[in-house]
T-cell receptor, first 111, second 112 residues
Framework: DSGVTQTPKHLITATGQRVTLRCSPR?????VYWYQQSLDQGLQFLIQ???????AKGNILERFSAQQFPDLHSELNLSSLELGDSALYFC??????????FGPGTRLTVL | SQELEQSPQSLIVQEGKNLTINCTSS?????LYWYKQKYGEGLIFLMM???GGEEKSHEKITAKLDEKKQQSSLHITASQPSHAGIYLC????????????WGLGTSLAVNP
């Protein structure tokens, strides 16, 4: 158990819909990272927050947004969903730069 | 931009055999991480390497970073079914260690 929790574990929705994925980092970790993993593209970094502020951006679509709240939990919002958005979404956290602790992931299926 | 290439893409070995997975970078590696993933689950940290020539071991898994810091290898000795999964290498993006880039992974199956 990494100490990082993600909800929900599974999510099935339709194209055009909007969903919110939630992540609670390990106790004491200030950084939260979001990743998307699909079979064809592998693990792709989306975005990082540090203590409530955006720190780094990766391959995140404009339809996606994220935020980190004062209690350090983070949410990833995915809107206008397309079939190609179906993937595993991981959250990871770290105290300092370097080793990241990954949550169990949310499996999103867009029908 | 920096890319990580892993080889082989997949591997099937007999229990008890040794195996090696490679991770090659297009640029100098400033921090190299090895993770293991069970299918459909989260990533589990294995090891981190930073210095050229560095080698670390944990149980039957040894990871090395070459002197030029452009290639890392993960070696498993006397493989067991519990070693099965996907092995991913990740690296700090050319010194910008706010971002990690990742290889596509090596899928390992160990037959009893």
């Amino acid at each position: 158990d990494s100490g990082v929790t993600q909800t929900p574990k599974h999510l099935i929705t339709a194209t055009g819909q909007r969903v919110t994925l939630r992540c609670s980092p390990r106790s004491g970790d200030l950084s939260v990272y979001w990743y998307q993993q699909s079979l064809d593209q592998g693990l792709q970094f989306l975005i990082q927050y540090y203590n409530g502020e955006e720190r780094a951006k990766g391959n995140i679509l404009e339809r996606f947004s994220a935020q980190q709240f004062p209690d350090l939990h983070s949410e990833l919002n995915l809107s206008s969903l397309e079939l190609g958005d179906s993937a595993l979404y991981f959250c990871a956290s770290s105290l300092v730069l370097g080793r990241q602790y990954f949550g169990p992931g949310t499996r999103l299926t867009v029908l | 931009s920096q890319e990580l290439e892993q080889s082989p893409q997949s591997l099937i070995v007999q229990e008890g055999k040794n195996l090696t997975i490679n991770c090659t970078s297009s640029k100098t590696l400033y921090g190299l991480y090895w993770y293991k993933q069970k299918y459909g689950e989260g990533l589990i940290f294995l090891m981190m390497l930073q210095k050229g020539g560095e080698e670390k071991s944990h149980e039957k898994i040894t990871a090395k970073l070459d002197e030029k810091k452009q290639q890392s290898s993960l070696h498993i000795t006397a493989s067991q079914p519990s070693h099965a999964g996907i092995y991913l290498c990740g690296a700090d993006d050319a010194g910008n260690n706010r971002k990690l880039i990742w290889g596509l992974g090596t899928s390992l199956a160990v037959n009893p």
